[in-house]
């Protein structure tokens, strides 16, 4: 193991950097804020989240990656150097061998565009690698054996759902549904419902403090403020944790949907070992309260919540650099 390892996941929704001798070194928000007029990059990460939905109109806060692929090259690749650069990358490490992980489905271009970011950021060795693969590792998830493995990694962009044998993706989908996509249908329920708009990050506190996808186990309500659309004036309402499930319940089912494909091209005897090993859910939307259960009962099979959800992928990254010769 080299000590210039460095390990990324390139997520649509946070940017996570993991060495083995620091262990999570790096997680802040994908997001870069940039003056319209002058392109230059004024705030990556957690100063530049604070800006969302707050900047004057020649300032704006931009997400590079959209749904887990680069949608700004040039974005992303400020937003790297800028967190390599933040770890002293050339300081520290001579020629940093990078493992980045990128979602099961997407093209060659989209993966020559991620490789190309990161090798102009300051890595020597750079590598991808699928990120429901490393997910798993990252899960402690044996998947070099010759058993199936299930997993479902539910991101900021995407929802990745493979089976894993022999260290390789047997069968996989990629869904753009996950928890952008979820904090955008509250955006849309309570639009539609009150008459009231509001931001992506107060869509995101309602999901993360009364969110559920199972009302029936949690009944929970609080006051959020946005602006009215009939009268443009300031305005709060009460929401609860039934109206969150019922703006869940399309995306939801997307996700159930995929991973009964995924389960429906496994070969047999590899299904058998889903059912005695389970499956692992990992990403932030693992976190979703009754997600679980929900998943169990539509697909027949334990469901478990990785010990280190939101760290999976990270964590995986530097396991697989190890094991690499």
Do not use: W
């Amino acid at each position: 193991m080299f000590s210039s390892d460095i390990g990324i996941d390139l997520g649509t929704a946070n940017l996570l950097i993991h060495t083995v001798e620091g262990g999570v070194i790096v997680d802040e928000p994908a997001v870069v804020a940039i003056d319209k007029r002058t392109k230059e990059v004024l705030a990556v990460g957690d100063e530049a989240y604070q800006m969302v939905g707050r900047t004057p109109g020649h300032i704006v806060a931009v997400r590079p990656l959209q749904d887990g692929v680069i949608s700004d090259f040039d974005m992303t690749e400020a937003m790297l150097s800028h967190f390599l650069k933040k770890v002293n990358v050339k300081g520290f490490f001579a020629k940093p061998r990078i493992l980045i992980c990128c979602p099961a489905n997407i093209t060659m271009v989209e993966q020559k565009a991620i490789y190309q970011a990161a090798a102009q950021s300051g890595g020597k060795n750079v590598f991808l690698e699928e990120e429901p693969k490393v997910a798993a590792v990252g899960a402690g998830m044996n998947i070099f054996e010759p058993k199936g493995n299930m997993i479902i990694d539910i991101g900021g962009g995407t929802t990745d759902v493979a089976v894993l044998s022999l260290g390789g993706v047997v069968t996989a989908e990629s869904v753009r549904v996950a928890g952008n996509g979820l904090d955008e249908a509250i955006i849309r329920y309570v639009k539609k419902e009150y008459n009231l708009l509001i931001g992506e990050r107060t869509a995101e506190r309602v999901k993360r403090e009364i969110g559920t996808v199972l009302p029936s186990l949690k009944n929970e309500s609080m006051s959020i403020r946005g602006r009215d659309l009939v009268t443009g004036l300031p305005k709060t309402i009460d929401i609860n944790s039934e109206e969150v499930a019922s703006a869940f319940e399309e995306s939801v089912q997307e996700i159930v949907q995929t991973a009964k494909n995924v389960l429906e091209k496994t070969p047999p005897e590899l299904s058998a070992d889903v059912i005695d090993h389970g499956i692992f859910l990992t990403g932030g939307g693992a976190l979703l309260h009754g997600l679980d259960e929900l998943l169990s009962g539509e697909l027949q099979v334990p469901v478990f919540i990785a010990e280190d959800p939101l760290n999976c992928v990270a964590i995986g990254t530097t396991r697989l650099l190890q094991r690499m010769k």
